[in-house]
């Protein structure tokens, strides 16, 4: 059966079978009544058909199974036969009968992570998975089996930085326990989840509220936004822009950097649900600079479908913090909407309720929430061209 594979597709596939891809000729998935998936390559040569085992999934990811296909391909073309060659170099298979072998952690992590993108609100999440992972755990147990990782493998992962980067730490900690989990789901380990912590980890280390609290992100005080966007405007290029718009709509980071252009519609952006925090679609109202900024990317990525882009690309995640490091500014991108914030409480008398739509906050109060079904759209309109006067140094009228 000829399918187009993803991490989805592949993932979800139960009945026992052989499954072809679309992309390169040859690839094969291989799902055992098991319920084990195993990467094939099956080529002809000489009259005679063989087949190699590529490895199992999810130890070996989609992208990484077509590449090794690839070359597989490429070495027919220079007539050599693949599977002799294997036999030469002592690999030498079964060809049918793939071998199971022991899946790492690492191997295993990297694709639970791509499994997971799809239900994140922004790229930045998983970037930040995939940080953690490399920064503290692959170091430790990147290469060891995933069923013979112990709770003292995690405590040596865990006890060096659990009082110096507690918030970091517990953050790891929630990761690994679900990638066990997951892995224990697959029937690649059995018994207790060692990352697991009431009951468990809990008896062993801090909890981590007693060592720190949570820190906030930096802030710019709102009295010094005025000044810090004449200095951005100085600056000619797409990262400068998009984080001016970002601060002149209180947005999220992910909102503006995969914005795309057919969701704004004469002077309203609309986010789609699914890259908005609280999962609902949300309206922005754009002011007049908002809407120029928006012609000045245009202008200088005409064929692209995101607001703000470089040939053709949205920008990566770290463009609009290096603006902040480039004018040596002490806070942080997602800052920008504590600065707003305040400056609606302390410099206007625009309703609290107003300024918490504006910023797309979930109401977590369900009486409060009922009260409130419309998404005051001109309300927030007055309160954001406000900003924008503000902003540009003028006077403002709440």
């Given at each position: 059966?000829?399918?187009?594979?993803?991490?989805?597709?592949?993932?979800?596939?139960?009945?026992?079978g052989?499954?072809?891809?679309?992309?390169?000729k040859?690839?094969?998935?291989?799902?055992?009544?098991s319920?084990?998936?195993?990467?094939?390559?099956?080529?002809?040569?000489?009259g005679?058909?063989?087949?190699?085992?590529?490895?199992?999934?999810?130890?070996?990811?989609?992208a990484?199974?077509r590449?090794?296909?690839?070359q597989?391909r490429?070495?027919l073309k220079?007539?050599?036969?693949?599977?002799?060659?294997?036999?030469?170099?002592?690999?030498?298979?079964?060809?049918d009968?793939?071998?199971?072998?022991?899946?790492?952690?690492?191997?295993f992590?990297?694709?639970f992570?791509e499994s997971?993108?799809?239900?994140?609100?922004?790229q930045?999440?998983?970037d930040?998975w995939?940080?953690?992972l490399e920064?503290?755990?692959?170091?430790?147990?990147?290469?060891?089996?995933?069923?013979?990782?112990?709770?003292?493998?995690i405590?040596?992962?865990?006890?060096?930085?659990?009082?110096?980067k507690?918030?970091?730490?517990?953050?790891l900690r929630?990761?690994?326990e679900?990638?066990l989990?997951a892995?224990?789901?697959?029937?690649?380990?059995?018994?207790?989840?060692?990352?697991?912590?009431?009951?468990?980890?809990q008896?062993?280390?801090?909890?981590?509220s007693r060592?720190?609290?949570v820190?906030?992100?930096?802030?710019?005080?709102?009295?010094?936004?005025?000044?810090?966007i004449?200095?951005?405007?100085?600056?000619?290029?797409i990262?400068?822009?998009?984080?001016?718009?970002?601060?002149?709509?209180a947005?999220?980071?992910?909102?503006?950097?995969?914005?795309?252009?057919?969701?704004?519609?004469?002077?309203?952006?609309t986010?789609?649900?699914?890259?908005?925090k609280?999962?609902?679609e949300?309206?922005?109202?754009?002011c007049?600079r908002?809407?120029e900024?928006?012609?000045?990317?245009?202008?200088?990525?005409?064929?692209?479908?995101?607001?703000?882009?470089?040939?053709g690309?949205?920008?990566?995640?770290m463009?609009?913090p290096m603006m902040l490091?480039?004018?040596n500014?002490?806070?942080?991108v997602h800052?920008?909407?504590?600065?707003?914030?305040?400056w609606v409480?302390?410099e206007?008398?625009?309703?609290?309720?107003?300024?918490?739509?504006?910023l797309?906050?979930a109401i977590?109060n369900?009486?409060?929430a009922?009260?409130?079904?419309?998404?005051?759209?001109?309300?927030?309109?007055?309160?954001?061209?406000?900003?924008?006067?503000y902003?540009?140094?003028k006077e403002?009228?709440p």
């Open positions: 059966m000829t399918i187009k594979l993803d991490i989805k597709t592949v993932t979800n596939l139960k009945n026992p052989r499954y072809t891809d679309a992309l390169v040859g690839l094969h998935l291989w799902v055992k009544s319920q084990r998936k195993y990467w094939i390559f099956r080529f002809s040569h000489a005679k058909q063989h087949n190699i085992s590529l490895g199992p999934f999810p130890a070996l990811g989609i990484e199974a590449l090794k296909a690839q597989e490429d070495k220079t007539g050599t036969n693949p599977a002799e060659q294997r036999k030469l170099s002592g690999i030498n298979k079964p060809k009968t793939p071998q199971p072998h022991k899946t790492v952690f690492k191997d992590a990297l694709n992570v997971k993108r799809a239900e994140w609100t922004n930045k999440h998983g930040q995939i940080y953690t920064e503290f755990a692959f170091p430790v147990v990147g290469i060891k089996p995933i069923d013979e990782i112990d709770t003292q493998d405590l040596d992962i865990l006890e060096p930085i659990w009082v110096t507690t918030e970091t730490a517990a953050r929630g990761r690994i679900l990638i989990a892995a224990t789901t697959r029937g690649l380990r059995s018994g207790m989840n060692p990352a697991l912590w009431r009951g468990h980890l008896t062993i280390l801090s909890a981590p060592l720190k609290k820190e906030h992100h930096k802030a710019l005080p709102y009295e010094e936004v005025p000044k810090f004449a200095q951005l405007r100085q600056i000619d290029k990262g400068a822009i998009g984080l001016e718009f970002l601060i002149l709509n947005s999220r980071t992910g909102e503006v950097i995969d914005g795309r252009r057919d969701e704004v519609t004469s002077d309203i952006w986010i789609p649900a699914a890259r908005m609280a999962k609902k949300h309206r922005v109202p754009l007049p908002s809407l900024l928006l012609a000045i990317a245009r202008a200088m990525d005409p064929d692209s479908i995101y607001l703000f882009s470089r040939n690309k949205c920008l990566s995640n463009a609009m490091r480039r004018l500014i002490d806070a942080t800052g920008f909407r504590s600065s707003f914030r305040d409480s302390e206007t008398n625009h309703p609290s309720e107003v300024a918490e739509m504006a797309a906050h977590t369900k009486v409060e009922a009260y409130r079904r419309k998404d005051l759209l001109e309300r927030r309109r007055l309160l954001l061209n406000d900003w924008e006067h902003l540009n140094g403002t009228n």
